[in-house]
């Protein structure tokens, strides 16, 4: 289904977008990253809290390690401190990248098994599938961050895939 070459890519675009999107981010300010904006994790600090959260409980699947210490409905709550945020972003994208650099062809083949918080049983899905809903659900979310930020008068310069990678 995918390759190896397909997650090294995301997982390079996925840390530079953070990087573009931490630093408007940033830029805003403490109160304009708080406010509630209407969307689904309700501001820019929700939104990208879930988004990390998300990121760290993939990763404790895909390679093993600590899933967050909160539940899914919580995860807009992970980190109070934008900073702390920040640099616990650029040191999961840094596992990321370092995780798709050791993956191969064959070990995305096969199913990955875990138990799900959210459906409360245990699943078990194609390997593959889940790598590439990881990077969808990256691209989703940190889309929803773009428009907030965006929407509050900050850019993050480029977005698309072809160029940035």
Known sequence: MITAAFARTMAAYNAEMNRRVYAAADRLGDDARRAERGAFWGSIHGTLDHLLWADQTWMSRFEGGAKPAVAIKDSRRLLDSFAEMTALRVALDARIVAWAGAVSDESLQGDLVWLSG????????????????????????????????????????????????
């Open 118 to 165: 959210a459906a409360q049983r245990e699943m078990r899905r194609p390997r593959g599938l889940r790598v590439t809903h990881f990077f969808n659900h990256q691209t989703h979310h940190r889309g929803q961050a773009h428009a907030l930020i965006t929407a509050a008068g900050e850019d993050t310069g480029e977005t698309d895939l072809f160029l940035i990678t």
